[in-house]
């Protein structure tokens, strides 16, 4: 198994541009999360996907931060328009249940925005 | 939400065992204490979860006390590629009922030297 899979790695765009991040999660893996990592604020989560349906948004910043999942192997992340202070690491991960026994990382988006 | 509390960083050696204690005096009755691993460019991997009492796995062990206000992960016989950030969290043990509570706060930096 080839784990949580998050592209691009790393991504330097300008202030204003639109930036999406993907991820594809572990195969029959129901639950898909979103995370945002900072020195500031630790790691929080975003938002999470419950068989392909956002269950609880309630972590997104604003509305600049949208999320979608079409299907059980793809989601993705989208921030438009991107401002400076969304430089982090974007993580996904994914769980076979409600359990955080189950949860599996992907290795992370890197973000900066100039 | 039960804040937690922990070092900032701890140093030991190859071999030793390493103790790293998280304070959480407002934990409430249904929460579970879950430690996560980071390493450097690496997604968090969980590690081990309890209620109460000892928890062990083949990794670490856990222990909490019976006022569960704090706990303590213990990491036998460390090696240097248990060098990483370690992370305590308090909450529901359903990512589901813990939500946007789900969060990391600085963790304990360990570095493990030869």
């Known amino acids: 198994d080839a784990g949580v899979i998050q592209s691009p790695r790393h991504e330097v765009t300008e202030m204003g541009q639109e930036v999406t991040l993907r991820c594809k999660p572990i195969?029959?893996?129901?639950?898909l999360f979103w995370y945002r990592q900072t020195m500031m604020r630790g790691l929080e989560l975003l938002i999470y996907f419950n068989n392909n349906v956002p269950i609880d948004d309630s972590g997104m910043p604003e509305d600049r931060f949208s999320a979608k999942m079409p299907n059980a192997s793809f989601s993705t992340l989208k921030i438009q328009p991107s401002e400076p202070r969304d430089s982090a690491v974007y993580f996904c991960?994914?769980?076979?249940?409600?359990?955080?026994?189950?949860?599996?990382f992907g290795p992370g988006t890197r973000l900066l925005v100039l | 939400l039960a804040k937690t509390t922990q070092p900032i960083s701890m140093d030991s050696y190859e071999g030793q065992e390493v103790n790293i204690t998280c304070s959480h005096n407002n934990i409430a009755t249904n929460d579970y204490i879950t430690w996560y691993q980071q390493f450097p460019s690496q997604g968090p991997r969980f590690i081990i979860q309890?209620?109460?009492t000892k928890v062990t796995n083949e990794v670490a062990s856990l222990f909490i006390p019976a006022d569960r206000k704090s706990s303590t992960l213990s990491l036998p016989r460390v090696s240097l590629s248990d060098t990483a950030v370690y992370y305590c969290?308090?909450?529901?043990?359903?990512?589901?009922?813990?939500?946007?509570?789900?969060?990391f706060g600085g963790g304990t930096r360990v570095l493990v030297k030869p």
């Open positions: 309890g209620y109460k």
């Open positions: 991960a994914s769980s076979l249940a409600d359990n955080q026994e189950t949860q599996y």
């Open positions: 195969s029959g893996h129901d639950y």
């Open positions: 969290l308090v909450g529901d043990a359903s990512i589901k009922a813990a939500g946007n509570k789900l969060t």
